[in-house]
């Protein structure tokens, strides 16, 4: 998967869209209504990112929290329940990386981004996360479905486990650390959404593949992320402020949004009120997460396109970074 940032269309300054100079040389932004790009064209190019990657998003994140939970069970002598999310994250870790491939075209992309080891970048380390824990997965299911090695079973568990967090919201650093508007302002608030959407997914997962009697922490985990995961969204949108919170309001975006919050809300409220009782209310709140978990993913890749492809978010980021340096000057 490529990181996301390209360079930028031709663009204009802000005095050329309209801006003036104040006393000291500085750049007055300007007005709403004057925004405006080269030739109507974006200022930023969207990403060229594919479908698959919101899947990745979602995959990645179901695996990364799904290896926590199994070692919690296997400590707490739940095996069904250990069982049902080793081999959630088994079956995330195995996905991810054929996503990733196809997204990328060649396989051979993939391989080269492993010979080398970039600590500033959260695509390298990201990569070698995801490859380090389908490994440590991996063995952790074969010993498990081969009855050999417990003791290496766990380690392998603890390993995936240690590998599961950065899994699970590298891809939140990742987008980011791009220039695209909605992404880049919500540095402090997306790998928290991703956190709890992963959560959510793991344990809906879980709890849906486990008899009711074993299936009780894996669907308070699903209960408990759902409810952060439409709490964290909220903050986001919040912090980001009304202008640039729009994006995650209309259109694609919008839509996924929407869908999200009513599946999660709804998958959450069923888990709570009859999972306890009814396999079949496990299995369809579950469900209900699980889509829930997903759409959200996809609204945070729509609105990252949707702010791309609209001037006013990327002047409007300027305008705010002038004016914040200018306080600070004058404070100062």
């Not at 929290?65 to 870790?93: I, K, T, V, W």
Request: proline share 6%; charged share 20%; hydrophobic share 45%.
């Amino acid at each position: 998967m490529s990181d996301g940032r390209r360079e930028p269309q031709p663009q204009i300054s802000m005095t050329q869209q309209g801006g003036s100079l104040d006393g000291r040389g500085e750049v007055r932004p300007v007005p709403e209504e004057q925004v405006r790009s080269y030739y109507g064209r974006p200022v930023l190019k969207e990403p060229v990112w594919t479908w698959e990657i919101p899947w990745y998003f979602f995959t990645g994140g179901l695996a990364g929290a799904s290896a926590p939970l199994a070692l919690a069970a296997d400590l707490a002598g739940n095996e069904r329940l250990a069982r049902s999310a080793r081999f959630g994250a088994l079956g995330g870790a195995m996905v991810s990386p054929v996503l990733l491939i196809s997204d990328l075209g060649r396989p051979g992309r993939f391989f080269n981004m492993l010979r080398v080891i970039k600590p500033t970048s959260p695509m390298s380390l990201g990569t070698w996360v995801l490859s380090a824990f389908s490994g440590a997965a991996g063995l952790a299911a074969t010993t498990d479905v081969l009855g050999i090695f417990p003791h290496a079973r766990r380690f392998f568990e603890g390993v995936a486990t240690l590998l599961g967090l950065p899994l699970a919201t590298y891809t939140a650093v990742l987008v980011a650390d791009t220039s695209v508007p909605v992404w880049h302002e919500a540095r402090g608030e997306l790998p928290l959404v991703f956190a709890s959407g992963a959560a959510a997914s793991a344990g809906a997962c879980a709890a849906i593949f486990t008899p009711i009697e074993d299936a009780a922490p894996a669907r308070r985990l699903a209960i408990g992320g759902a409810v952060a995961e439409i709490g964290a969204t909220e903050l986001m949108k919040h912090r980001l402020g009304k202008f640039l919170a729009e994006p995650y309001e209309k259109e694609a975006a919008g839509r996924y949004e929407k869908l999200a919050t009513a599946l999660s809300g709804a998958g959450a409220a069923v888990m709570t009120l009859a999972g306890r009782k009814s396999r079949a209310a496990t299995v369809a709140g579950g469900a209900m997460i699980l889509a829930g978990a997903a759409f959200e993913r996809w609204s945070v890749f729509k609105a990252g396109f949707q702010s791309a492809r609209d001037p006013k978010y990327t002047v409007f980021s300027q305008r705010e970074r002038l004016h914040s340096r200018h306080r600070a000057e004058d404070e100062g």
